[in-house]
């Protein structure tokens, strides 16, 4: 039996790890870039405490929805920190993925202009190629909701874009 949990354990981190690693690097500002492979590691240990719960055929969406946790954890501790140390310094950080990917001033600003959740679903269809399908999975969501919740996100993101544009 633990034989058998290993092997699919090893098949699911094999065919996961590039898309979890992938979806963090893309989203790690404004944390260090050697952070990732801590947090792919804590994604990994996850997967294998929660293995029975990982559904079969959705391996990869579902660990890119605990990989979401893990980020959003490591970002809110880093600004506790950051809280706690902002009266000593201002650290100096790279640009973000979004500045380094996005050239386009309207493009960026029409994504800054969406609540985190908007920007989050666009951003998973857009640069991790996932599909409403996948995008439920990771967010805990039904399809059609997933679906309904990216058309909506697209729409304000195309409104917001024509906004700016004009300006």
């Known amino acids: 039996m633990r ?3 290993e092997r699919r354990f090893r098949i699911v981190a094999n065919e996961a790890t590039p898309a979890i690693g992938a979806y963090l690097r893309r989203r790690i500002y404004p944390l260090s870039p050697s952070d990732v492979d801590d947090l792919v590691e804590e ?3 996850i997967a294998w405490r929660r293995l ?4 079969t055929g959705a391996e990869v969406p579902w660990l890119i929805g605990v990989a979401r946790n893990v980020l959003r954890n490591a970002h809110r501790k880093f600004r506790r920190g950051q809280d706690v140390t902002s009266h000593v310094s201002r650290p100096h950080h790279d640009s973000s993925a979004e500045d380094n990917v996005i050239a386009d001033e309207g493009v960026r600003d029409a994504l800054e202009s969406l609540s985190e959740d908007d920007r989050d679903v666009i951003l998973l269809h857009a ?3 996932r599909s409403a399908a996948e995008i439920g999975v990771i967010l805990g969501l039904s399809t059609n909701a997933a679906a309904v919740r990216l058309s909506r996100a697209q729409e304000r993101f195309r409104q917001n874009f024509a906004s700016v ?3």
Do not use: E, F, K
């Open 52 to 55: 029975d719960d990982i559904p």
């Open 43 to 45: 994604v990994l240990i």
């Open 127 to 129: 640069w991790d190629g």
């Open 165 to 167: 544009s004009i300006d």
């Open 3 to 5: 034989a058998q949990r």
